[in-house]
């Protein structure tokens, strides 16, 4: 069973798939969904729920999203970090961690940011 399957039966063919096939219960994922409803302002309540109830078994948290949620077409991307531009050479050159080297990104200056990044160069011809 795909994540789009128990998606679209959640928000708009309303069909309980676990009824149907009492072992597809194994294959729902709480956290992925609660992470995917958490995006959208008409479900982050439920989302917000199913945080709270996370020892409930599967079957009662898609149940759950199953009955209150109404049927409505739901898309969005999948939320990632942002890059951060010259992060990784920061890291690389003073050993940083990510949050360490945020914050040397707010005081390292343009010049000093060039001769990092000219410190990793490997040259050559692509």
């Not at 005081?107 to 000093?112: A, F, M, P, T």
């Amino acid at each position: 069973m795909e994540l789009k399957d128990w998606l679209n039966s959640i928000n708009q063919t309303k069909k309980n798939l676990i009824d149907e096939d009492p072992l597809m219960e194994k294959d729902y994922s709480p956290y992925i969904i609660n992470r995917i409803y958490s995006g959208h302002l008409d479900a982050i309540m439920f989302a917000n729920e199913m945080n709270m109830y996370n020892f409930l078994p599967k079957k009662l948290q898609y149940d759950f999203y199953l009955n209150s949620l109404r049927s409505k077409k739901r898309f969005s991307p999948w939320l990632r970090k942002d890059k951060i531009k010259d992060l990784d050479n920061v890291k690389r050159y003073y050993g940083y961690s990510d949050e360490k080297a945020k914050q040397a990104l707010r005081i390292l200056s343009k010049q000093q940011l060039n001769f990092i990044q000219s410190k990793f160069e490997t040259g050559g011809t692509k």
